[in-house]
């Protein structure tokens, strides 16, 4: 990974796990992880990282995503759409 502060948000994500970030909220859609103004810009990098992580591919359809503990996949585009706002609001 080219970007040292991506891979630092990715090795959070995987050491600290989305579940533990995700903890007593209700996030469906990678769109309620920008908007969860419980949560710090760092903690909702991470769970939008490890969303997009292959390690979260769902098997045999490459462009989506499903974290544990959500109900239904999502497009890896949703994610990085998402991403890209918080990127926004930085």
């Given at each position: 990974?080219?970007?040292?502060?991506?891979?630092?948000?990715?090795?959070?994500?995987?050491?600290?796990?989305p579940a533990a970030l995700?903890?007593?909220?209700?996030?469906?859609?990678?769109?309620?992880?920008?908007?969860?103004?419980?949560?710090?810009?760092?903690?909702?990098?991470?769970?939008?990282?490890?969303?997009?992580?292959?390690?979260?591919?769902?098997?045999?359809?490459?462009?989506?995503?499903?974290?544990p503990g959500t109900i239904?996949?999502?497009?890896?585009?949703?994610?990085?759409?998402?991403?890209?706002?918080?990127?926004?609001?930085?």
């Amino acid at each position: 990974m080219d970007n040292p502060i991506l891979q630092q948000v990715v090795e959070r994500a995987v050491t600290v796990g989305p579940a533990a970030l995700m903890h007593g909220r209700w996030l469906r859609r990678p769109s309620d992880v920008v908007r969860a103004s419980s949560l710090s810009q760092d903690d909702k990098r991470a769970i939008l990282a490890a969303w997009a992580s292959d390690l979260n591919a769902v098997v045999s359809q490459p462009a989506l995503r499903k974290l544990p503990g959500t109900i239904e996949p999502v497009s890896i585009d949703e994610v990085q759409a998402a991403l890209r706002e918080l990127d926004r609001q930085s």
